[in-house]
């Protein structure tokens, strides 16, 4: 079965950091895209950050200049590095990979930030 892992999530203080990381599971070759999506309780899943094979990313603008996505092939790795964190970035955050046929979503990592 195809699934990422995240992991990387806690509980942080308004103003610190964190790290994420997604292992990608499967052929690696065949992953076209990985991203991150975060859902805040009470509200709609939203994308965060995606990235192509070709290295294309986008961000949303609630998080443009504080998060950054990076990849290490030879881990199969994705991370999200997160600072300057806000009470409003408190979600759970998952990790997608994409190949031709689906999105594949991992079963998501806890991110708390306290003011």
């Known amino acids: 079965q195809v699934r990422p892992v995240e992991s990387g999530g806690g509980l942080v203080q308004a103003g610190g950091s964190l790290r994420l990381s997604c292992l990608a599971s499967g052929s690696i070759s065949r992953i076209n895209a990985m991203g991150w999506y975060r859902q805040a309780p009470g509200k709609q899943r939203e994308v965060v950050g995606t990235?192509?094979?070709?290295?294309?990313?986008y961000y949303a603008d609630s998080v443009k200049g504080r998060f950054t996505m990076s990849r290490d092939n030879a881990k199969n790795t994705l991370y999200l590095q997160m600072v300057s964190l806000k009470p409003e970035d408190t979600a759970v955050y998952y990790c997608?990979?994409?190949?031709?046929?689906?999105?594949?979503w991992g079963q998501g990592t806890q991110v708390t930030v306290s003011s």
């Open positions: 990235i192509t094979r070709s290295d294309r990313t």
């Open positions: 997608t990979q994409q190949d031709d046929v689906r999105t594949y």
